[in-house]
């Protein structure tokens, strides 16, 4: 079992799941969702992280090999071999439809575009430098997910602003994360923006991404006419995104972990205990 955890790295569920409640929140004239469609919330979430992340681990699998960084990962090291990583994949996959059909029926009908995209995200590193972005819409779908779920139409702009807000935030960092790999993706034709524009530039980007996130989280409070609790929630995150860039220098990238791992949990659950006290209190 701690091996098929650390495999999908399950702690990182922490940054996509509170935005998936955060987005049921939105849903106007309801209270908190019924218990039962909390339980099928994360059991989709946990079945669809479950099924991108493996999906990721299978394809990257000869890449993860030759790079220092991620050779000791469970495939390439032999702890998992393929066919059970496929297993995995396969059993997590059930458990996503099956969540999505305890839910209103157009989670059913999207479903399969979200099983396109998480399968496609490990190819764009190959073709794209936009492959940040990529990733960044698989979470950012997770907040209409959360909406949708409840009962929210999918027509209501209020998670494609917050969800667009958590897209440019995760593309943000997971360039910062990506700056670790710059001279192996250069070496290997991978594409990302720093291996592209260089670490400095691509350490810009993330900026300019992140005072994306905090704008459209700004939208979002007009569009929702809050309180000054909302407004203490995006500052609460602004301050966790000017932190998180402040350990981060193009000469300097031994405090990566601390920003992508700490600061990113801290800025998803802390949104969302904002949005839950200013819609109850």
Request: glycine content about 8%; overall charge positive; some cysteine.
């Amino acid at each position: 079992m701690k091996k098929y955890i650390n495999f999908i790295k399950f702690e990182h569920s922490i940054f996509a799941l509170p935005f998936a409640f955060s987005g049921a929140l939105l849903v106007k004239d309801k209270g908190l969702p019924e218990a039962l469609t909390i339980l099928w919330i994360v059991l989709a979430m946990v079945g669809g992280r479950s099924f991108a992340m493996a999906i990721n681990r299978i394809l990257d699998k000869e890449i993860d090999s030759k790079n220092p960084r991620t050779k000791n990962r469970e495939i390439p090291s032999g702890e998992i071999t393929n066919n059970q990583a496929i297993i995995f994949s396969i059993i997590s996959l059930i458990t996503f439809i099956y969540a999505a059909l305890q839910l209103p029926k157009i989670c059913l009908y999207l479903l399969p575009i979200a099983v396109i995209w998480f399968f496609i995200y490990p190819l764009t590193k190959k073709f794209t430098y936009l492959a940040h972005i990529w990733l960044g819409i698989a979470l950012g779908g997770s907040v209409l997910g959360g909406f949708i779920a409840t009962g929210g139409e999918v027509t209501s702009q209020l998670p494609y602003i917050l969800g667009s807000a958590v897209a440019f935030w995760v593309a943000g960092f997971d360039i910062i994360y990506a700056c670790q790999d710059y001279d192996f993706d250069k070496k290997n034709n991978l594409k990302s923006i720093p291996s592209v524009f260089g670490v400095k530039k691509a350490l810009l980007i993330s900026r300019v991404f992140h005072i994306f996130t905090f704008l459209l989280l700004l939208i979002l409070g007009i569009s929702i006419n809050a309180s000054f609790i909302y407004y203490l929630g995006v500052v609460f995150v602004l301050g966790m995104l000017m932190y998180e860039q402040s350990l981060v220098k193009e000469n300097d990238l031994s405090k990566v972990d601390l920003a992508f791992f700490t600061l990113n949990g801290w800025v998803s659950v802390g949104f969302f205990v904002f949005l839950l006290i200013e819609k109850f209190f």
